[in-house]
C-alpha cells in the first residue's frame, strides 16, 4: 500500500480564502484523524471519523474550520475564511481500530496563510 | 494543565551518549504508552509501544513506563546521527483517542 496519501503538500494563501486539504487513507482502516502542528501548540488533534462519520471534533477550533469524509477513501479538511494564524502543518493519519492502536501519519500539508 | 506534559527542548547530545526522554501525565485512565519519532518535514511513524507498567526493549531503544508516577521514559543507548528527530509520546486508555505530548527535538552531533 501506498500508504497515507494528503495533497497539496504546500499551499500558500492569502488570508481570507478558502482552503481545501485532502487526505486518502490505507485501504481497510476505518478510522481517520485530522492533526494540526505547530511548534507553540504541538500536535493537536482536530477531528476523526469512524466508518466515515465523524465521531469526535471537539478540537476543531472554529466554525471557520470543517471536515468531510464522504467515502472511505477520501477525506477533506477545509478552512473558510483562512487567517494567518492558521498557519502550520496539517497531518491526516489512518488506522484500524481506535484508541491505542498504531496510528499511519501522511507526509502533511503545509499552511501558510499570509 | 495538560494531559500530557513533555518537554520541547531541544535537546544536543554528541554522537555514541545516552539519550533520555521523557513525559508526565496526568490521567489515571491511560493505559498504552508509545513513542512515536519524526523526521524533519515528515510524519510521525511509531517506534515503540508499551502496554501499561514495566519496561520494553528494541535493539537501542528502551521503553519505560511507571504508572504509579506518572511517568514515562525512552531511553537511546549508542546514539547516531540517524536518531537526530522530534519524539513524541502518546498515550491512551482503552479505545479513546490518542493523547500525544507536544514533543523534544533532539540532535546527535558526529
Known amino acids: 500500500d501506498a500508504g497515507v496519501i494528503q495533497s497539496p503538500r504546500h499551499e500558500v494563501t492569502e488570508m481570507g480564502q478558502e482552503v481545501t486539504l485532502r487526505c486518502k487513507p490505507i485501504?481497510?482502516?476505518?478510522?481517520l484523524f485530522w492533526y494540526r502542528q505547530t511548534m507553540m501548540r504541538g500536535l493537536e488533534l482536530l477531528i476523526y471519523?469512524?466508518?466515515?462519520?465523524?465521531?469526535?471534533d471537539s478540537g476543531m477550533p472554529e466554525d471557520r474550520f470543517s471536515a468531510k469524509m464522504p467515502n472511505a477513501s477520501f477525506s477533506t479538511l477545509k478552512i473558510q475564511p483562512s487567517e494567518p494564524r492558521d498557519s502550520a502543518v496539517y497531518f491526516c493519519?489512518?488506522?484500524?481500530?481506535?484508541?491505542?492502536?498504531?496510528?499511519?501519519f501522511g507526509p502533511g500539508t503545509r499552511l501558510t496563510v499570509l | 494543565q495538560k494531559e500530557v506534559e513533555q518537554d520541547p527542548g531541544p535537546l544536543s547530545v554528541p554522537e555514541g551518549a545516552i539519550v533520555s526522554l521523557n513525559c508526565t501525565y496526568s490521567?489515571?485512565?491511560?493505559?498504552?504508552f508509545m513513542w512515536y519519532r519524526q523526521y524533519s518535514r515528515k510524519g510521525p511513524e511509531l517506534l515503540m509501544y508499551?502496554?501499561?507498567?514495566g519496561n520494553k526493549e528494541d535493539g537501542r531503544f528502551t521503553a519505560q513506563v511507571d504508572k504509579s508516577s506518572k511517568y514515562i521514559s525512552l531511553f537511546i543507548r549508542d546514539s547516531q546521527p540517524s536518531d537526530s528527530a522530534t519524539y513524541l509520546c502518546?498515550?491512551?486508555?482503552?479505545?479513546?483517542?490518542?493523547?500525544f505530548g507536544q514533543g523534544t527535538r533532539l540532535t546527535i552531533n558526529p
Open positions: 493519519a489512518s488506522s484500524v481500530l481506535a484508541g491505542a492502536d498504531t496510528q499511519y
Open positions: 485501504s481497510g482502516h476505518d478510522y
Open positions: 502518546a498515550m491512551a486508555g482503552g479505545a479513546q483517542k490518542l493523547v
Open positions: 508499551t502496554y501499561s507498567s
Open positions: 471519523f469512524n466508518n466515515n462519520v465523524p465521531i469526535d
Open positions: 490521567n489515571s485512565a491511560f493505559q498504552y
